[in-house]
């Protein structure tokens, strides 16, 4: 059974930082595009970043661009989320994503190309 927990979360003042982390278990960590996506109340869930199974490309939503970075360790089944000056519209719940595909855009990425989901975790960014 695919597992995907997320954990960092929390409230942070903006201009703060802070660190999510996402273990998996259950499937071939290295062979899977691992991604972030977020929902914030009452919107669509949207990209946020992913990398490449060899932790070679990267690809980020233009929000989030030079202020958040993706990062992954094969060697412990996990994948982080580095969140720098964060802002109050960066408020909303972050799931983990794993997905045996790629894209290069983020513009390209959608919730269908997901195979498997964290249950998530709440970041909240007070003003």
């Known amino acids: 059974q695919v597992q995907l927990v997320e954990s960092g979360g929390g409230l942070v003042q903006a201009g703060g930082s802070l660190r999510l982390s996402c273990a998996a278990s259950?499937?071939?960590?290295?062979?899977?595009?691992m991604g972030w996506f977020r929902q914030a109340p009452g919107k669509e869930r949207e990209f946020v970043a992913a990398?490449?199974?060899?932790?070679?490309?990267?690809s980020y939503v233009d929000s989030v661009k030079g202020r958040f970075t993706i990062s992954r360790d094969n060697a412990k089944n996990t994948v982080y989320l580095q969140m720098n000056s964060l802002k109050p519209e960066d408020t909303a719940v972050y799931l983990c994503?794993?997905?045996?595909?790629?894209?290069?855009?983020?513009?390209?990425w959608g919730t269908g190309d997901i195979y498997y989901w964290g249950k998530g975790t709440l970041v909240t960014v007070s003003s």
């Open positions: 990398i490449t199974r060899s932790g070679g490309s990267t």
């Open positions: 259950g499937l071939t960590f290295s062979s899977y595009t």
């Open positions: 994503a794993a997905t045996p595909h790629w894209r290069t855009a983020a513009r390209s």
